[in-house]
């Protein structure tokens, strides 16, 4: 069983930076970044494996960088160069080694332009 406990998130003006953070249980195969936006199905931002391989959406790709942070069971998400359509509600997600998936409980960023 794999348990997610975000942190983070918040109001910022637009081209400002925000870190996101995700500490987990249970020793996760391979964690990501969603965001779902009002109105909007949700989307995947940011993928990272085991091996410290990470995948970005083209939308984040130079702007957001994920990483884990092995001795503090941590994922983090830093943003940067932010944009009012970065505003969403922002998921840790994770998958163990039977693939269950797990869902954080979500965050809220807004991006003031």
């Known amino acids: 069983q794999v348990q997610l406990v975000e942190s983070g998130g918040g109001l910022v003006q637009a081209g400002g930076s925000l870190r996101l953070s995700c500490a987990d249980s249970?020793?996760?195969?391979?964690w990501a970044w969603y965001r779902q936006a009002p109105g909007k199905q949700r989307e995947w931002v940011a993928s990272?494996?085991?091996?410290?391989?990470?995948t970005y959406a083209s939308s984040v790709k130079g702007r957001f960088t994920i990483s884990r942070d092995n001795t503090i069971n941590t994922l983090n998400l830093q943003m940067g160069s932010l944009k009012p359509e970065d505003t969403a509600v922002y998921y840790c997600?994770?998958?163990?080694?039977?693939?269950?998936?797990?869902w954080g409980q979500g965050t809220q960023v807004t991006v003031s332009s």
């Open positions: 997600y994770a998958q163990d080694f039977r693939l269950r998936a797990y």
């Open positions: 249970g020793n996760p195969l391979s």
């Open positions: 990272i494996n085991r091996a410290g391989v990470s």
